[in-house]
């Protein structure tokens, strides 16, 4: 399998690097892995790629990145030359879906199609109104219904930010809630990935005495904010929007949930100062435990690069293409260093690379199954056998 990555300001200069490689290289690639700002025209790069006999698949971002290249606002996408009788591509609306019996009807078309699937699934986060899409029902609904040792990578959709309206799409289809999955007959190209944060813990375990839904109000009985904002050696002033909060705080001292298997990152999003409560990305039910975390270093950077080649020299394996799911709070949190892990990756698998900035990751732990992850780098090889 050849891939290629091409990035552009706009479908024009897509074209054109499209036009270029076909007829320099002679790479005619079969499908698109397409990552793609909300302010682009995507039904002009769809119409391109269309027009070329290639499928697609994809998500619009919260940045984009390729080989040694990181944008925001633009277009990033890996081309291959994959057989079509090696993969196939399944949309999926869920307005009007209950979303459990969606994830559990794909699945199944996977085992259809292929014998021994692999999945690479893109999913919406927040519709135009506001309703946010359960990327852990869905990801632990197809992992449960297809097995652990299934490889499953992906990300949920961004919006470069905005929360106000994520997109996932295909050759033919596009929606604002859903997802669309590109299942691979793991027989014929192998995968190889894991999704890994790098944040540290730090103090003593602590419970969530109350909670609901993705609010948190107390922590050991005490009010959730106060006790966050006292650990941290921080404060907030009332009339401060919730971007600051994510952007000077949040992100960098992210949660750790405490389930089966290990430990998940879990990011304040909003605060209340009427109740003292936190809004997380995405629940920690009450009665579960929590820690808070060391602020971000370059040990975390190392920590991913490390796994990856550890991973690589153990399994013996190599890659014709790399792709990387990558959370919004680390670009914001790790600034610069985000850009080391993501070329670092590509360096290390020496594949052509592309990926964007998500709002919640898909991908196996390093030391356990767990599939649905936050403020995560999740990235996968892909090998043809």
Not at 110 to 138: E, H, M, T, Y
Not at 213 to 238: C, E, F, H, K
């Amino acid at each position: 399998m050849i891939s290629k990555s091409i990035s552009g300001r706009n479908p024009e200069e897509i074209k054109s690097a499209l036009d270029k490689i076909r007829s320099d290289e002679g790479f005619v690639p079969t499908l698109a892995v397409v990552f793609i700002s909300v302010k682009q025209d995507r039904e002009a790069i769809i119409r391109i790629l269309k027009a070329e006999n290639i499928d697609v698949i994809g998500a619009t971002s919260s940045g984009e990145f390729i080989n040694d290249h990181q944008s925001e606002g633009e277009i990033a996408m890996l081309l291959m030359d994959i057989k079509p009788e090696y993969y196939s591509i399944l949309f999926c609306d869920t307005k009007n879906k209950d979303l459990v019996q969606a994830a559990k009807e794909a699945t199944d078309f996977a085992f259809s199609k292929f014998k021994n699937p692999a999945f690479i699934l893109c999913s919406s986060c927040i519709s135009i109104s506001g309703v946010v899409l359960d990327g852990q029902a869905l990801i632990h609904t197809i992992h449960k219904r297809a097995g652990k040792r299934v490889p499953i990578f992906g990300g949920m959709a961004g919006d470069d930010g905005t929360m106000a309206g994520t997109f996932v799409f295909s050759n033919n289809e596009s929606s604002d809630m859903g997802f669309v999955m590109l299942i691979i007959d793991n027989h014929k190209i192998e995968l190889h990935g894991t999704a890994i944060s790098g944040w540290k813990p730090a103090g003593k375990v602590r419970t969530v005495t109350k909670a609901k839904d993705a609010w948190i109000y107390s922590i050991d009985d005490q009010p959730a904010l106060d006790m966050y904002l006292r650990y941290l050696g921080q404060s907030l002033n009332t009339g401060e929007d919730r971007s600051i909060f994510r952007e000077d705080i949040s992100f960098f001292y992210p949660f750790l949930s405490f389930g089966a298997g290990e430990p998940q990152l879990r990011t304040p999003l909003e605060v209340n100062h009427e109740n003292n409560s936190i809004k997380l990305d995405f629940a920690i039910p009450e009665g579960k435990q929590l820690q808070f975390t060391l602020p971000p270093d370059f040990d975390i950077v190392e920590t991913v690069l490390e796994s990856a080649d550890n991973l690589k020299k153990n399994q013996q394996a190599g890659a014709d293409a790399l792709l990387i799911f990558s959370c919004l709070g680390r670009r914001w949190a790790l600034g610069p260093m985000v850009e080391e892990e993501n070329n670092g990756l590509h360096k290390i698998w020496k594949a052509p690379m592309a990926g964007f900035f998500s709002y919640g990751e898909f991908g196996k732990g390093v030391n356990s199954d767990d599939t649905f992850h936050s403020t995560t780098c999740s990235w996968v090889a892909l090998k043809e056998k």
